[in-house]
């Protein structure tokens, strides 16, 4: 273990007899002086040179530098999984544009900012609390795959985890301790990545790390889910997938804007409460459209020869689910393990069908000039959080992507 040298008399330290400082008052005299700085050598030496060779009288000035900145600036019960709304189907305007939002303007040893361009919404941070407006409305801009947030509020929220807030404080709860509540909060967390945010899971894999959190019961839901999908089991009601022949993210990034809460549950447990908003950027796969699994084929002759390498669209995907935490002492489970409540999502600028088991963009080609006959519900903006997850099965229009 080191050791600290404390300071013993003769080394300046208290009690010694020689100190420097013994004896110094600090009055007003001392104060003032002590304002007085000595020169710099090098104005020293100006001052020298000029009193010898005084400079021209109208020497000018150099002019200032110009300095700009680095950028511009159903509640389907516990057999059938996960209550999924209708998928809330994309228009064909491009969404809203963002131009400028600065993430904290960190400087890397390029001299550029290392925040993406973006708009004049103010970077967010994760919720904490309950939203009381949708995010405002911007210019109207085209995603690409250098800038897929662009045209949308979602350029402003964080990546990934950090966009899912959670609680200030664990204190004991229910019958739980303060450190096994925080346990579960992680837990919960942890199982959010895993279903909407890892990429393995997200192109399609096997959402391994989800089953491991999940209690058995609903952990052999989701397995037979993926195993065997259709319109009443499809596993998206779980987790956000998608099938890379029909939809591959163009960047590692996923927007993320939501929030973690809990309360206790009486002498059952703790109740976990999330609702989570996730905003994937993709681009069309080599059978975007095409017919199986998502119905008819939906493709135009035009798709023939075309290139859809720089084709960006957005689905957003609002999940809001509540776990539960029973007391192992009186309940079957496992300590620790997730046990699904009540849930609910909705998916917006996802194709109107459903069980094929994964989440089907509607891509811009894919929308027809004439409205679709199965789009029979509201327009929605998928953007906006304070409104309720709607009950209802039908299929409507987004406000914006």
């Keep these: 273990m080191p050791t600290i040298d404390e300071p013993r008399p003769g080394d300046g330290g208290p009690g010694s007899s020689d100190d420097p400082f013994e004896g110094l008052v600090l009055d007003e005299e001392f104060v003032r002086a002590a304002t007085n700085k000595e020169a710099s050598g090098r104005a020293r030496m100006l001052t020298e040179r000029w009193r010898r060779e005084p400079p021209p009288a109208n020497e000018p000035w150099r002019p200032t530098t110009e300095v700009r900145p680095a950028g511009k600036a159903r509640r389907a019960g516990r057999a059938a999984g996960p209550k999924r709304a209708r998928p809330v189907r994309g228009v064909l305007l491009f969404a809203l544009a963002v131009a400028v939002v600065l993430v904290g303007l960190r400087l890397t040893g390029t001299g550029r900012s290392d925040a993406p361009e973006s708009s004049a919404l103010p970077t967010v941070g994760a919720e904490t609390a309950p939203p009381s407006s949708a995010p405002p409305t911007v210019d109207p801009d085209v995603p690409t795959p250098e800038r897929p947030w662009a045209g949308s509020p979602a350029e402003a929220w964080p990546n990934g985890a950090d966009g899912i807030g959670m609680p200030d404080s664990t204190p004991a709860t229910g019958v739980f301790g303060a450190k096994q509540v925080a346990a579960h909060l992680d837990a919960v967390k942890a199982y959010l990545v895993a279903t909407n945010l890892d990429p ?202």
């Design 200 to 401: 393995q899971v997200l192109a399609g894999g096997s959402p391994q790390r989800a089953l491991e959190l999940l209690n058995g019961e609903d952990a052999d839901r989701l397995s037979q889910a993926l195993a065997h999908p259709d319109a009443e089991h499809d596993p998206t009601g779980w987790l956000s997938r998608f099938d890379p022949a029909r939809a591959v993210p163009v960047t590692d990034q996923v927007k993320v804007q939501g929030r973690i809460s809990f309360e206790g549950d009486g002498d059952k447990g703790m109740l976990v409460h999330t609702d989570v908003t996730y905003v994937y950027a993709l681009r069309p796969g080599p059978d975007a459209g095409k017919a199986g699994g998502g119905g008819a084929d939906a493709r135009p002759a035009s798709w023939a020869g075309a290139d859809h390498s720089r084709s960006v669209d957005r689905e957003i995907v609002r999940r809001v689910q509540d776990f539960r935490f029973y007391d192992p002492e009186h309940y079957r489970v496992t300590p620790g393990k997730l046990v699904l409540d009540k849930g609910n999502s909705e998916f917006g600028n996802n194709r109107c069908a459903w069980g094929a088991g994964y989440l089907e963009p509607d891509f811009a080609f894919l929308r027809a000039p004439s409205a679709d006959p199965s789009q029979s519900g509201p327009t929605v903006d998928p953007y906006n959080r304070t409104a309720p997850l709607r009950e209802d099965r039908e299929c409507g229009t987004v406000s914006r992507t």
